[in-house]
């Protein structure tokens, strides 16, 4: 699916693996192209991740196939705008993405920082009807979808030219059309910021976000180096469906 945002920038859905039909060779290309662009984002741009390059480069492919295999995973990345055209699987693996974004969910319950956003994701989609609040679980209202979003990152030699606006309202529509198609009334967002990166924080406020809570990054795994102590923003925005 493609969102076109002027004459600059368009986003499109990643392939889902195991649903969308993808040959084997265009399969293994789009799993390194996607290892390739998260690990090319952790090395350039270190202080943007809660995670590391040096935590993600030893990950097996398995790893990065259940990241684009995963139905509650919506894998976005920005390409040049092209008029009046759709973009074949083989031009997506071959032109430059300037941006991703992952948007994740439904969630059972709001993420924390102490625990990687992929970890949220529930393997049975989140069940409105079923569902109550719950203040001792942490568990949204029956009418509140919850979403996080993870990995936005903007490449160094487009940034300023609206990829990162792109990206984010393009993952806010595909939440609040998902929420709209579970019959939920508000779509509730959250994202995590790390709290010496002002510019992102004030970028998010712009957007609709508001700091929720402060919480610190969980330690980095034995054998990947120390981690100084760093804490990050949990900011949400309700959008009402």
Not at 109 to 125: G, I, L, M, N, Y
Request: some cysteine; proline content about 6%.
């Amino acid at each position: 699916m493609t969102d076109k945002h002027g004459d600059v920038v368009e986003v499109l859905s990643l392939p889902l693996l195991d649903r969308d039909g993808l040959s084997r060779d265009h399969e293994d290309k789009l799993i390194q192209r996607y290892r390739n662009f998260r690990l090319n984002a952790l090395k350039n741009d270190p202080d943007v991740f809660a995670s590391s390059y040096a935590e993600e480069n030893g990950q097996p492919v398995e790893h990065w196939r259940s990241r684009l295999a995963n139905p509650l995973a919506v894998n976005l990345v920005a390409l040049p705008a092209r008029r009046g055209e759709n973009w074949s699987e083989i031009e997506l693996l071959e032109t430059e993405w300037s941006g991703m974004i992952v948007l994740l969910g439904p969630l059972a319950e709001d993420t924390s920082t102490s625990d990687s956003p992929w970890s949220k994701v529930p393997s049975v989609a989140f069940n409105q009807s079923s569902m109550g609040a719950s203040a001792t679980t942490g568990r949204p209202d029956p009418e509140t979808v919850v979403y996080h979003i993870s990995g936005a990152y903007t490449t160094a030699s487009h940034r300023r030219k609206g990829v990162g606006k792109a990206l984010l309202k393009t993952s806010l529509l595909k939440a609040e059309n998902d929420c709209r198609r579970r019959n939920g009334r508000y779509a509730k967002l959250g994202v995590d910021v790390d709290t010496c990166n002002a510019a992102a924080t004030q970028w998010y406020e712009k957007h609709g976000f508001k700091i929720i809570s402060e919480e610190t990054y969980p330690p980095r795994p034995s054998g990947v180096g120390p981690r100084l102590e760093r804490k990050a923003f949990l900011m949400q925005a309700v959008l009402t469906v």
